[in-house]
Each structure stands twice: as structure tokens, then as C-alpha cells.
């Protein structure tokens, strides 16, 4: 098993330009979700899906889209990529549906830049 | 609403030394609580988790946490450091809906 999986590993976009972070699971988990991380800030709830076909925001939703494609994919569009999105963006998931005492497992991260 | 709070951004300690790091959770309903640790460049992973039952839990590489709610922390212990155990880590309040609220993180030397 891969576990879950993220594309690309590190991005550099200009201001305006717009691009998705992909993410997989291949442990038929139902609840997936993107976190960004900042330092000193911990990890930041951006959205998340419950099951296949739902999802909702989190804390820091503004400036991102998000697709759960089927029950492995979840993906995450910036619009228009702005400095203050230079991040690291993990994905992760977990097996049960809102379950707050649900283990998750995240991916390596994707490493972006916005200049 | 649910918070964490980590105190210390980094804590220094001597191989074999005691490593302690200290998580205090604010919630209105009984808490789940989660320790992940983060090496450099990679995703997050879990130690240990609480969630019923038994107050002190014991989690992978020696750590383990004691869940004291009377103080509302889930502060982690090691008792001897190894260089391996550098990371960064963080503690984590499972929140309504599935969502992770997390600490601020504590980064972790190991000094030989």
C-alpha cells in the first residue's frame, strides 16, 4: 500500500496563476482532508470531505477549491495563486466518517511557493 | 470551541536525558487526543492517541502521555532521548465532524 500519495512534491507559481494539488489514498478510507501548515502555526484545517460527494469548509477555506473526484481522490485548486498561499499542503484521510477520534494518515506534503 | 496549546516552540535535550512536552486542550465535551510527529520533509505521523479508558497510553519509538483531566493536558514522555527522536511534534484535539485541531507544534533537538 502507498498509503496516501500527493503531486506535485514542490511548486512554483507567479501571483494569479492558478494550479491543483492532487491527492490519493489506496486504503478505501472515507474522510479526506487538506491541511496547510505554517510555521509556528501548527497544521490549518482548509476542507474536507466526509464521504464521496460532500465537503466542507474548514478554518482557513478562503482561496482554495476542492474536488473529491471519487472515494480516492481529493483535490485542491487555487484560483488565483496569491504570496500569502506559499505553504506546505498536506492531504490526509481517515477510515470513518466524522469521527473525531479517527486516526489520520497524511501524505508527504506538497511544497509550495508563490512569488 | 476547541483549542491546543503547546508550550515551548523548541525544547533541547541531551541524549539519554528525560524528554518531556507539555499539551494543554481546552474542550466542552470529553476530548479525543492525538501526538503526531512530523520528521524533516515528511507528513505527519501518530504516536498515540487517547480516547477512552485507560489515562496513561503508551505510543510507538518509548513515548507515551498521561490524559490528566483535571489539569486539561496530555503532556508526552520519553524517558531517555535518542538522536532519532529530533522531529517536530504536535499535539492534536479531535474536533466534531472528524477535523484535527492542532497545537502550534514543538520542535524537538536532540543534542549528543
Known amino acids: 500500500n502507498a498509503g496516501v500519495t500527493q503531486t506535485p512534491k514542490f511548486q512554483v507559481l507567479k501571483t494569479g496563476q492558478s494550479m491543483t494539488l492532487q491527492c490519493a489514498q489506496d486504503m478505501n478510507h472515507n474522510s479526506m482532508y487538506w491541511y496547510r501548515q505554517d510555521p509556528g502555526m501548527g497544521l490549518r484545517l482548509i476542507y474536507y470531505?466526509?464521504?464521496?460527494?460532500?465537503?466542507d469548509k474548514g478554518e482557513v477555506p478562503n482561496g482554495y477549491n476542492v474536488s473529491r473526484l471519487n472515494k480516492r481522490e481529493f483535490s485542491l485548486r487555487l484560483e488565483s495563486a496569491a504570496p500569502s498561499q506559499t505553504s506546505v499542503y498536506f492531504c490526509?484521510?481517515?477510515?470513518?466518517?466524522?469521527?473525531?477520534?479517527?486516526?489520520?494518515?497524511f501524505g508527504p506534503g506538497t511544497r509550495l511557493l508563490v512569488l | 470551541a476547541q483549542s491546543v496549546t503547546q508550550l515551548g516552540s523548541h525544547v533541547s535535550v541531551s541524549e539519554g536525558a528525560l524528554v518531556l512536552l507539555r499539551c494543554n486542550y481546552s474542550s466542552s465535551v470529553p476530548p479525543y487526543l492525538f501526538w503526531y510527529v512530523q520528521y524533516p520533509n515528511q507528513g505527519l505521523q501518530l504516536l498515540l492517541k487517547y480516547t477512552t479508558g485507560a489515562t496513561l497510553v503508551k505510543g510507538i519509538n518509548g513515548f507515551e502521555a498521561e490524559f490528566k483531566k483535571s489539569e486539561t493536558s496530555f503532556h508526552l514522555t520519553k524517558p531517555s532521548a535518542h538522536m532519532s527522536d529530533a522531529a517536530e511534534y504536535f499535539c492534536a484535539v479531535g474536533h466534531q465532524g472528524g477535523k484535527l485541531i492542532f497545537g502550534q507544534g514543538t520542535e524537538l533537538s536532540v543534542k549528543p
Open positions: 490526509a484521510s481517515s477510515e470513518a466518517r466524522r469521527a473525531p477520534w479517527e486516526t489520520q494518515y
Open positions: 470531505s466526509a464521504s464521496e460527494g460532500t465537503t
